[in-house]
């Protein structure tokens, strides 16, 4: 595979025109695919910015994606990480040439060990990523961060439709968990909750998520890959609704969630997605990656592993004769619990995270909902 094939390299003097000289930049920090670089350079980047535009306007204008890089490149970095930006995807003539594109790419960086972070216009293209996970054959654990999900199908163009019925209705698709986090109830049909619900996938309400944000950290810590879409930022464009809503997650918290996303160990995909192209948008964006980064140079490393000593380890009782294995890293003081898998042949429980208050339940002998629902998954 010729990766570079698949880009148009980014003309720097559209992006910062050279003004920002200070070595602590993020501009200054970032390789930038200008054209002269190599396949063989490549392993020594541990992420990749991908920028994909749908829009096809001949207007001489910045796209979305080279708009969030302008403010993003102006921006100071206090951490080091080799980051590559390979620049935007080439559209094709068709939606699904971006989608094979994307499934290329991120296929690609996935087998290099290299995350993705993807900056688009368009809210369905995670569909392309999650295409990627599909090639390795493994479970997938995907967080979607949305106002929003439709999974319609009837009289719809199947390139307009959201991208978890398009997986879903795959077969032999590899997709193990999707959490909707931030939903706003009168957005989303009560169906699709009940469809949701029945799958045993996660949905929290942004009620929810503004009342204890901490919660949503165990559900992306599984991610796989993390889809956020600025539509669920309070006073952004809605385009399913043609109007700008009121309300929403603020800014500082989607960079939490973003941060939250970045320090998780076991993500290798993240993107940002139906970005317009306006100012406001594009520097809520670029400080979003910005604080993903950030988490990502904070990577703890610590899932359970076999290590005796390490974790400490607790075993609480949660009915006569059933109980609940828990971890707590010293090293995050985050949590992790086991459920048993007696499907498997090869391992006897799974691990997944979770948090303080699911021991907390678990100790007055409550069952914690997060162990209940993975329990009937994979039971």
């Known amino acids: ?32 695919n200008n054209g002269q670089l190599t396949i063989d350079e490549i392993g020594k980047f541990k992420i990749a910015i991908i920028g994909v535009s749908t829009s096809r306007s001949k207007q001489k204008k910045l796209s979305a994606p080279d708009l969030v890089r ?8 206090h951490y080091h990480i080799n980051i590559i930006d390979l620049g935007n995807l080439k559209q094709g003539k068709t ?12 296929s690609f960086l ?23 996970y599909e090639e390795s054959k493994k479970p997938v654990n995907i967080v979607s961060i949305d106002s929003t999900i439709s999974l ?3 009289n719809m163009d199947i390139e307009d439709m959201h991208y978890l019925p398009r997986i879903v209705l795959r077969n032999n698709n ?14 989303v049909n ?30 992306i810590r599984d991610a796989d890959m993390v889809a956020i879409h600025l539509r669920s930022v309070r006073n952004t464009r809605h385009h399913e609704f043609d109007t700008f809503s009121p309300n929403g997650i603020d800014s500082q918290e989607f960079c939490q969630l973003a941060r939250y996303a970045g320090i998780s160990d076991r993500l290798t995909s993240f993107g940002i997605y139906g970005i317009n192209n306006n100012k406001e948008e594009a520097i809520t964006a670029a400080q979003t990656i910005w604080y993903f980064l950030e988490g990502y140079s904070q990577r703890k490393h610590d899932y359970p592993a076999k290590k005796p000593g390490y974790w400490t380890k607790f075993h609480v009782n949660v009915g006569k004769d059933t109980f609940i294995t828990f971890y707590k890293s010293p090293k995050s003081e985050r949590w992790w619990m086991e459920v048993p898998y007696p499907k498997s042949g090869f391992i006897k429980s799974l691990i997944i995270s979770c948090s303080i208050s699911d021991y907390q339940k678990a100790c007055i002998g409550e069952v914690p909902d997060r162990w209940w629902k993975f329990y009937q998954k994979i039971c």
């Open 1 to 32: 595979m010729q990766l570079f094939d698949f880009f148009d390299p980014i003309d720097v003097k559209l992006i910062n025109e050279n003004k920002y000289a200070e070595k602590s930049r993020f501009c200054n920090k970032v390789v930038i």
């Open 70 to 77: 302008q403010y993003l490149y102006s921006l100071f970095v």
């Open 95 to 106: 939606p699904s040439d971006i989608t094979y594109g994307i499934r290329e790419v991120v």
């Open 110 to 132: 996935y087998s290099k060990k290299i995350l993705a972070v993807i900056i688009g216009d368009n809210n369905n293209l995670p569909f392309g990523s999650y295409l990627a």
């Open 152 to 154: 319609k199908q009837k």
């Open 174 to 187: 590899c997709l193990f968990n999707y959490s909707l986090i931030g939903y706003q109830t009168y957005y």
């Open 190 to 219: 009560t169906d699709d909750l009940n469809t949701l619900s029945r799958l045993f996938f996660d949905a929290v309400r942004l009620g929810i998520v503004q009342a204890n944000i901490s919660e949503t950290e165990p559900l």
